[in-house]
């Protein structure tokens, strides 16, 4: 059932976003260093790496620049157009060929990459690797703004991210493998319009009965 609605509402959200999507694409073509997608190794179910796809919002040798996969709300590396794209979360919309492809469903836990998902624990992470990645999630959803926070803290981004971002997002992640159904799904897709619209808005932690930080 759950590929099901997978298949269907990400070929209907393609359909409907192509009319915002090629403007997207041809003014990142001629702005910027002049791509239009970006592709990142990330894992996925039963250990697989797949690429992720995104459109481009930072400049091409991001990784390998202070900073690395770890980004700030003011980050330097940002292109302009990208800037906007980011806060709208447009930049996301790319996934929804993952989830046709089968290597992404709409809702799960956020895929991570590899040095990223080996700050979970063990034991979440294996059960991590028994569910596909979502485009959205609860740890999606409560953690929308980690540029913020980190860009707040006196700590190094690997350092804040390391110890306070991946534990509790992890958390949140095993509490929707445990909940999961298809109304929380249901629940979490409508969420994320709502924080899209209203960023700081903390209907979530009042829908939701679990602690948050």
Known sequence: MKRCFDIFSSLLAVILFLPIGIPIAIILKFTGEGYIFYKQQRVGKD???FDLLKFATML?????MPGAYITTKTDPRVLPVGR???KTKL???PQLLNIL???M???GPRPQVQKHFDMYPKDIKEQLLNIKPGLTGIGSIIFRDEESLMEQSKMSKEDFYRQHIAPRKAELELWYIKNQSFILDMKLILLTAWVVLFPNSTLPQRVF?????
């Open 47 to 49: 250990g697989i790496m």
């Open 209 to 213: 009965k679990f602690p948050t930080k």
């Open 91 to 93: 930049n996301e919309a």
């Open 84 to 86: 906007f794209l980011r």
């Open 101 to 103: 492809f089968g290597d």
């Open 105 to 107: 469903s709409v809702v």
């Open 60 to 64: 091409k040798d991001s990784p390998n």
